[in-house]
């Protein structure tokens, strides 16, 4: 048993985040971890994870896991996979920061624990085009413009499953706006002029890791790119 991750895990409070999540991730990465002792944190990790009922602890809790994972000794590949994507399915909440101005960020805190994904469980790749399509939707989903880092989209991605996700990023005609519009007509113009904004910054984000990687789909990008360019610039 790993009684030292859940002695330290049980210390979590509001005001003690970043000491705590900072203890646990020096303790998960400091060698002192070995597969059982790993698969038994994993175990008392999802249950704390799954009684928070404040959005604070349970971003934070993305973070935990990551450091989890980044101990290289957590081998639940598929736990761990299915675990992402699900609580992923469930993000509705998108502050930034909470009412006392602590980081909340669920986007930025799940980029972050793919990355992790991405690092050490990449043996297959099909478990983490889940990890990846369920990123795309979380911040597909958010009701206002958030700026996406690169990191959210580091998974070396199959060229047919990349193909595909562009796909979804292509861009699409947005009603103009207009003076005598009710207001759920401009509820309804604006939510898509936001999902467009964020199709856009994924597509950029994507074609500057392709660069960086010298991906072949690189051809891919011009079209998609020139698209988005027009619709917002014409």
């Not at 009684?51 to 101990?71: F, M, N, R, V, W």
């Not at 909470?98 to 990449?122: I, K, M, Q, T």
Request: aromatic residues 10%.
């Amino acid at each position: 048993m790993s009684d030292k991750f859940q002695e330290i895990l049980q210390q979590f409070m509001p005001k003690t985040e970043e000491k705590t999540y900072g203890a646990l991730y020096q303790y998960c990465t400091s060698g002192q971890m070995n597969e059982d002792k790993a698969a038994r944190a994993f175990e008392v990790f999802v249950a704390w994870f799954d009684a928070q009922e404040e959005p604070l602890a349970q971003s934070y809790g993305l973070l935990i896991l990551g450091g989890l994972i980044d101990s290289g000794q957590l081998k639940v590949r598929a736990q761990i996979l299915a675990f992402f994507v699900e609580r992923a399915g469930l993000v509705s909440d998108y502050s930034v920061l909470d009412d006392d101005n602590r980081f909340l960020h669920f986007l930025s805190h799940f980029a972050y624990l793919a990355g992790s994904c991405v690092e050490h469980l990449n043996d297959k790749i099909d478990g983490l085009n889940g990890v990846v399509s369920a990123l795309v939707d979380l911040y597909l989903r958010a009701p206002t413009a958030l700026w996406c880092g690169e990191e959210m989209l580091v998974a070396n991605l199959s060229e047919a499953a990349f193909a595909a996700l562009l796909v979804r990023l292509n861009p699409e005609v947005v009603m103009q706006d207009a003076d005598n519009w009710d207001d759920a007509a401009m509820m309804r113009w604006q939510d898509a002029v936001v999902h467009e904004n964020h199709k856009r910054q994924l597509v950029m984000a994507l074609h500057g890791m392709n660069v960086k990687l010298a991906r072949k789909p690189a051809e891919m990008f011009a079209p998609i790119i020139g698209a988005h360019y027009a619709g917002k610039f014409g």
